[in-house]
């Protein structure tokens, strides 16, 4: 019980209320109380709602396919074996992703439709950097970093990798074989930007400026990276783009060797 409280209990005048009438003095404090409690129970009823340990299950976030501003991309790609709104290249159940000889033969007639421009080559440079040149070296000679533990060199320099399609080497890329995991994980519309990018390596291109080795020193990211996935359910995906008339592709319009 407070001072004034019991001070009002034994008949003697609350503090601060000694040149007032006692009736006034006891009112005035059973006011005060009465505000003092409410005020307190409009700040519990304020800080009921909100919780001090989420464990970051709400918090400002991109959901799946959500774009979080007007012009960005989807932020992953559609999961494997799906087929876009406009189709694909090859979806899977066409051609399985088995790393059979025979499938990855099915594939070679498969026209590349990217042509060969800078821009091509930039983007299947760094896909070629983070995906390919661990094993096949950054001039695809095979003098990769594999080779210090024991792995052969693979050289795609050879006459026989020269002969292959386009499409071949696309699905080589989509369905790995051998000691080559696949590496399905680069999308449909970036595995032509790397064909294309050997292509340049294997010297059939040569009309269009491009560079070799490492885009930039590990952990650089940005522009030296691969951009944001152009895939997504509801998302038309440009596999088919028009190729401007007269525009060179390694291996003519039907892919290499075609």
């Not at 051609?95 to 821009?119: C, R, W």
Request: proline share 9%.
């Amino acid at each position: 019980m407070s001072d004034n409280l019991r001070s009002e209990a034994i008949g003697q005048r609350p503090e601060g209320c000694s040149d007032k009438p006692a009736a006034h003095c006891a009112r005035t404090h059973r006011f005060g109380s009465t505000r003092n409690q409410l005020v307190m129970c409009a700040l519990l009823l304020a800080t009921s709602g909100c919780e001090w340990f989420t464990d970051f299950k709400r918090q400002p976030h991109v959901v799946t396919w959500e774009s979080w501003r007007s012009d960005s991309l989807g932020v992953r790609g559609s999961p494997q074996g799906s087929v876009p709104i406009d189709g694909t290249e090859m979806p899977a159940w066409l051609v399985s992703y088995s790393p059979a000889i025979a499938t990855i033969d099915s594939m070679a007639g498969i026209v590349n439709p990217v042509p060969v421009t800078e821009a091509s080559l930039i983007a299947g440079r760094k896909h070629f950097q983070i995906n390919c040149a661990v094993c096949h070296g950054d001039n695809a000679d095979g003098l990769g970093a594999q080779i210090r533990f024991g792995f052969p060199a693979i050289s795609l320099q050879i006459a026989a990798a020269k002969a292959r399609t386009d499409g071949y080497i696309f699905g080589m890329i989509r369905n790995g074989r051998g000691l080559m995991p696949p590496y399905n994980r680069i999308e449909e519309r970036d595995r032509w930007d790397v064909v294309n990018y050997l292509r340049a390596l294997q010297g059939r291109v040569t009309d269009v400026p491009f560079e070799r080795g490492p885009v930039a020193l590990p952990g650089v990211t940005g522009d030296k990276v691969p951009g944001p996935s152009t895939l997504g359910p509801t998302r038309a995906i440009p596999h088919r783009p028009t190729a401007p008339e007269g525009t060179a592709r390694p291996g003519g319009g039907g892919g290499a060797g075609q």
